[in-house]
């Protein structure tokens, strides 16, 4: 096993430098000039020349790059051309209100999915299945600022279950921070439900054709103890693959759901500063999404791995 | 008719012919109720200039936030009087567009990487694979977002930005394939009896292809239009006073206590056909290869 995590961290490394070389790039595929933005309206050449030594922008690209990839070994992200606060710390002030809603979506997610997956392959082929089926292909293809705003119409604004927008601190306020996650977690999470759905029901099928769940049936067991003590066990492995790539996704899927209710995590940051042509932050978030992404991926392997004994990576 | 020859002839497992397409999708009911679906949505798009009851950009601030139903006007108006119908259907010929370049862009860049990658192997498949890894080490969205920040918004980067965020899946697809059909005998016969490259990539790899790739497209277009929206609903994409349905949630947001349609319409537009191309995919895949129908 350690053999195989040490492989795995050896094969990022070529991919994470691509990935830094890609995020550097980022702002120089970008129109225009960083420091004519930093500027405003007091552009003498002076001034442009200052920012461009200031920024390193006026070395050659390599240098520019290994400079840059120095800084953010070292934690330093750069500044926000438009705030100048540190960018990781704007990250770091944002996360918290965004992991709470990514793991709050991803909670919901499952409550929902595994209970319904397993019902359709239990019943497989029925009209629960047909109508479970439908509802994974549905879920996926309804954007999820459409179901924010079908949300907050009809929870906050017609029948006012729930608050618009707001951000409670979950350890200042528990219960009101749930009260104002619920509706973007809802809305963030109805893809990954649907996408859990479907693995937890082809999953479970798989595993209810095998034979240690014959031998079960044929001992008698209750289907209540097949199914939710031999079988599931065993067919949530597949899902847990899929809920870790999900975990790594979290940033992804912020970015429209915290601009859809308001919320101020990394995501709405994310698209303030497009607007503001804050190109150090956009490089920060982006360089923050692929790296949770990739990590996301390497932990999902592993665990599969591990979660599995019948797979062997040698 | 010599013994290569004939292995050329008999081993052509997976090939199809746009009649062989035509069959699937008249013995399959999912594949047929999709396909009709998508029809119609194609239909709408071509036909909107003379079907639509009103001209999309005709702005009559007399006639704003009329409810769905008025006379004259069966989905009502926004807030400057535009016909809403008029505009849904318009906003058909901006998302199917979209979906058809950025999956040509994808299919194009990722499928010539891929055949490159699995064909020539060794070094090139390597480095041609890193950087595939690389692409695909950015959440989807996420790549899309910041291409169309670094390009600037507007429907034509978006287009390519969508279709850059495909390119590693088609690549990666395509690779497989090829590395499955590399040591069939009828590749290594056809090599044997002196095929150029060309001729094996076109006439043999290629056709082989279709299977797979048809399956991949049509999940591709639906994640396409649902990007294109995401983008466009952000600020990214199309920009005023293009009718775009993304675009046309986000006005609509901003009216949703009194005027709800505004945003409704168009997120049901998008969600239906993204659901058509995602049905489609789902059942070309269950009809294609029956051993993942669970």
Avoid: C
């Amino acid at each position: 096993m350690t053999a195989y995590i040490l492989r795995r961290l050896l094969l990022m490394v070529p991919v994470a430098f691509l990935v830094t070389v890609g995020v550097f790039m980022l702002i120089h595929l970008s129109p225009g000039d960083p420091a004519l933005v930093i500027l405003g309206e007091d552009r003498t050449p002076q001034a442009i020349a200052a920012i461009h030594q200031q920024l390193g922008l006026d070395q050659p690209l390599y240098v520019q790059y290994g400079i840059w990839l120095g800084h953010i070994v070292h934690g330093d992200w750069g500044r926000s051309i438009t705030t100048h606060e540190p960018v990781a710390a704007a990250i770091t002030e944002r996360l918290p209100a965004t992991l709470e809603l990514g793991i709050v979506a991803l909670v919901w997610s499952l409550l929902v999915a595994i209970p319904l997956g397993t019902i359709a392959a239990v019943r497989r082929g029925s009209l629960t299945d047909q109508v479970v089926t439908g509802i994974t292909v549905a879920g996926v293809s309804i954007p999820n600022f459409f179901i924010g705003i079908v949300l907050i119409f009809v929870l906050s604004v017609t029948l006012r279950l729930f608050p618009f927008g707001g951000y409670v601190p979950l350890l200042q306020n528990p219960l009101e921070s749930l009260r104002h996650v619920a509706l973007p977690a809802i809305a963030l999470g109805t893809a990954g439900a649907a996408i859990n759905m479907r693995f937890t029901r082809s999953s479970m099928i798989e595993v209810l054709n095998l034979d240690y769940i014959r031998t079960a049936w044929a001992k008698g067991a209750s289907w209540r103890r097949v199914v939710f003590v031999h079988a599931l066990k065993n067919a949530l492995i597949p899902v847990v693959t899929i809920v870790g790539i999900q975990i790594g996704g979290i940033i992804e899927g912020a970015v429209v759901t915290e601009t859809v209710f308001t919320w101020p995590g990394v995501g709405r940051l994310a698209v303030e500063s497009i607007f503001n042509r804050d190109y150090t932050v956009v490089q920060g978030i982006v360089l923050l999404a692929a790296f949770s992404y990739m990590l996301a991926n390497l932990l999902v392997d592993v665990a599969y791995a591990w979660l599995d004994p019948r797979i062997s990576y040698a | 008719m010599s013994n290569a020859t004939v292995i050329v002839a008999a081993q052509q497992p997976f090939r199809r012919t746009p009649v062989e397409l035509l069959d699937l999708v008249r013995s399959h009911r999912r594949v047929t109720v999709a396909a009709l679906l998508l029809g119609l949505l194609v239909l709408v798009a071509l036909l909107s200039p003379v079907i639509s009851p009103h001209d999309p950009l005709a702005v009559n601030p007399d006639n704003s936030y009329l409810p769905p139903l008025s006379p004259g006007h069966l989905l009502g108006t926004d807030e400057l009087g535009r016909d809403l119908l008029s505009r849904i259907l318009w906003g058909a010929r901006v998302s199917l567009p979209v979906a058809l370049v950025a999956v040509a862009v994808g299919l194009i860049g990722g499928g010539t990487i891929g055949m490159i990658s699995g064909y020539a192997g060794g070094a090139v498949d390597l480095l041609l694979m890193r950087l595939m890894d690389a692409l695909l080490a950015f959440p989807g969205l996420i790549l899309a977002i910041a291409l169309v920040a670094a390009l600037g918004p507007g429907l034509r980067n978006a287009m390519i930005a969508i279709g850059i965020v495909a390119v590693p899946l088609y690549a990666r697809l395509v690779r497989a394939v090829v590395l499955q059909l590399k040591p069939m005998e009828f590749i290594v016969a056809t090599r044997s009896i002196g095929a150029s490259p060309l001729r094996l990539v076109v006439r043999h790899l290629i056709p082989n292809l279709v299977n797979p790739i048809i399956v991949q497209v049509s999940l591709s277009a639906g994640f396409a239009i649902l990007a294109e929206a995401t983008l466009s609903f952000l600020g990214l994409g199309a920009q005023l006073p293009t009718p775009d349905w993304g675009q046309m949630i986000n006005t609509g947001a901003a009216f949703l206590t009194n005027d709800p349609w505004l945003a409704i319409v168009p997120g049901a537009a998008i969600s239906v056909t993204v659901y058509s191309f995602n049905l489609l995919g789902d059942a070309l895949r269950d009809a294609l290869d029956p051993r993942l129908r669970t």
